[in-house]
């Protein structure tokens, strides 16, 4: 649609997740016609991300030394290990400020269709984390998609075995939402979920 190096950066944006055609048109033109923006700065932070960013040999989460941040904090409560399946689900939920435990991040779900099966993920790191007795509950925090459900009922069979008490995290109705707006499955997870109160 463009000439050249213009449509190179709109294509290159393009491919990046959760940016759409429009978007990436957007943020090319902004790059393009703002005197301000610091290019170079961003092509030196892209390319240090690169170079430095690898993964925590624990966890699996993102992290510029061996072991994250998290990991390597005494204060963490090592009894208790979240499975998600991103290191952006350490992030959100670390934004909660409600849990202090560790994180074990699988890299994916499985997805039969997409071909990723339990040997993609990172379960087998998962497993030599348990050995040593002191972790007391596993949380599993998958998505609660179809890929989450499969993935977080894989791993409750196989850490029965293990006698690490499992559970997960509950889904149902967001805050501020309307009964009328939510679907079915939401809807029935909530009752599913529901808890006595006053007690």
Known sequence: MYDGVVQELIDELGRLPGVGPKSAQRIAFHIVQTQTFDVS????????????????E???NVSESEVCN???DPNRDRT???VVEEPKDVAAIERTRSYEGLYHVLGGAISPIDGIGPDQLNIRGLMPRLETGEVVE??????PNLEGDATASYLSRLLAAVGVQ???LASGLPVGGDLEYADEV???RAFAGRRIIGQ
Do not use: Y
């Not at 700065?41 to 925590?56: G, I, Q």
């Open 41 to 56: 700065r961003l092509a030196k932070v892209l390319l240090e991300v690169r170079e430095r960013v690898r993964f925590c």
């Open 58 to 60: 624990q966890c699996g």
């Open 70 to 72: 998290i990991c390597a």
């Open 80 to 82: 208790l290990i979240c």
């Open 138 to 143: 596993v949380i599993i925090a998958t998505d």
């Open 166 to 168: 499992v559970s997960r």
């Open 186 to 188: 939401t809807l029935g």
